[in-house]
């Protein structure tokens, strides 16, 4: 069964300006700026009005418990789509994200909302993690969530430090 999660996060910035934080390739490349990435590209493309970023990691699997990354070998790939809406009536932003592990049936998907609050703005990311194991995937999602979360948690406050920056 599918592992629920929800995150809420606050910027000091209206929502456009941390959309085009979360859409600037340098902190792109600023997210992927970790030991256990040993490879990544990414891309922002547009396809109509909606902006599509699209991110590929591959990580060191030493960093995970030891089962998982017996599971994955020495090194897995990690593949990120987000597709952004353009601004609604209120100014918010909405997005679909999908996470994927190539070598795994792994999968996250999630809706980010980022809206308006007082001078920042709020995001808000729900969603869940579906492993697709027979009788294992429940345990293995309740394994996986923390870490998927700390990632999360990390790519956040990067992105609220990008926007605190003059």
């Known amino acids: 069964m599918p592992a629920p999660f929800s995150e809420r996060s606050s910027f000091p910035i209206a929502p456009d300006a941390v959309l085009a934080v979360l859409l600037d390739p340098a902190f792109l490349r600023a997210r992927a700026d970790s030991p256990e990435v ?10 109509g009005e909606v902006h599509v970023v699209t991110t590929s990691r591959t990580v060191r699997t030493d ?5 998982a990354a017996k599971f994955l070998g020495a090194t897995a790939v990690v593949d990120q789509v ?4 353009p601004a609604a009536a209120d100014g918010s932003h909405r997005a679909r994200l999908t996470l994927t ?21 709020v995001l808000t990311m729900d ?4 492993v697709r194991v027979p009788v294992l995937g429940g345990q293995v999602e309740k394994a996986a ?3 998927l979360l700390r990632l ?3 790519e956040v406050q990067l992105a609220q430090e990008w926007t605190a920056r003059p």
């Open 63 to 67: 960093v995970l418990p030891a089962a």
């Open 152 to 154: 999360i948690r990390s």
């Open 82 to 85: 987000e597709r952004w809406e």
């Open 145 to 147: 969530l923390p870490g």
């Open 101 to 121: 592990v190539r070598s795994a049936p792994v999968e996250l998907t999630a809706t980010s909302v980022l809206t308006a609050a007082g001078t920042g703005s």
């Open 127 to 130: 969603g869940t993690l579906t």
């Open 38 to 47: 040993v490879d990544h590209s990414e891309s922002v493309t547009r396809e």
